[in-house]
């Protein structure tokens, strides 16, 4: 019954979507992908999808006579966290005020609300295609009724010195990998049991890679943080704070079963200044 909840999610927005939209009319029969199948369609990216748990995806093709093709892709990921999840994953763009949270590259629209992520982009930017995008991504938007939350990790996050644009949410060693690479083994041990956020930090010139981990319970947390730091920061101190090859330093701090670690900071200071700010009101 569950799956099949989910399967009439996507099919009841499908049934909506517009057949035309301005000069551009649906060609042929939409194509719909699982998790297994979705390499097929999307070669090489399908694996980050895949860490979002993707129930299904809607590819729907836009076409006119004298202009570029549309594709409409439309991910089902089951949950608001991880749509929101995906959409972190590519935040480049100028914020554009559509779904939840939208940007918009050249020829690229992407944005997610409730359940769903979805993609629009063009295969050539004209000011008519461009406008044809827009115009499909406020209608899609306006289909999916209901709001999803952000992941409650967020609100972990301290607000001085964040770059929002940096914010990633992730459950996944895979897309934790893709922007700042760690190691081949899970050393920290995440996965669909914890929430994890990724952001950087600037302040008077200096710069902090933060992440966060909610672990399910405190043993968890403990044995992960001894793993990654036997495997990755053997040199660490009695403070928590150790030097990295490139110059930069690392730290971590635990508090319960919530672990913060500087991946990345230009000095000891600021990699502790920002550890500082976690735990503030803890």
């Not at 763009?93 to 940007?103: F, K, P, T």
């Not at 403990?222 to 036997?230: G, I, Q, S, T, V």
């Amino acid at each position: 019954m569950i799956e099949a909840a989910r399967a009439d999610a996507l099919r009841e927005l499908q049934r909506d979507l517009p057949s035309k939209i301005m000069d551009w009319s649906a060609e042929g029969p939409d194509r719909i992908f699982d998790s297994n199948t979705l390499f097929e369609y999307i070669d090489g990216g399908a694996e980050v999808y895949r860490a979002y748990n993707l129930r299904q995806c809607l590819s729907r093709r836009y076409v006119t006579a004298d202009g570029p093709a549309i594709i409409l892709d439309v991910f089902d990921m089951g949950t608001s966290k991880d749509a929101f999840g995906v959409f972190t994953h590519d935040m480049n763009g100028a914020v554009v005020r559509l779904g939840q949270d939208a940007r918009f590259q050249p020829g690229w629209l992407s944005f997610w609300k409730g359940r769903f992520f979805v993609s629009i982009y063009t295969e050539e930017e004209t000011h008519e295609s461009r406008n044809a995008v827009m115009a499909l991504g406020n209608g899609v938007a306006s289909l999916i009724k209901q709001r999803g939350s952000r992941p409650a990790i967020l609100s972990k996050l301290p607000t001085r010195g964040l770059c929002s644009d940096t914010v990633r949410y992730l459950h996944h060693p895979v897309v934790l990998n893709y922007h700042y690479y760690l190691a081949d083994k899970n050393l920290l041990g995440i996965s669909n049991d914890t929430d994890v956020v990724l952001a950087d930090y600037r302040e008077d010139g200096e710069v902090a890679r933060l992440l966060l981990i909610a672990y399910p319970d405190v043993k968890t947390a403990h044995e992960a943080l001894e793993r990654f730091l036997k495997y990755y920061l053997p040199d660490v101190d009695h403070n928590g704070f150790a030097p990295l090859e490139n110059g930069k330093w690392a730290g971590y701090r635990t508090y319960k079963a919530l672990a913060a670690v500087v991946l990345e900071a230009d000095s000891r200071g600021f990699a502790d200044q920002v550890l500082n700010r976690v735990f503030e009101k803890k």
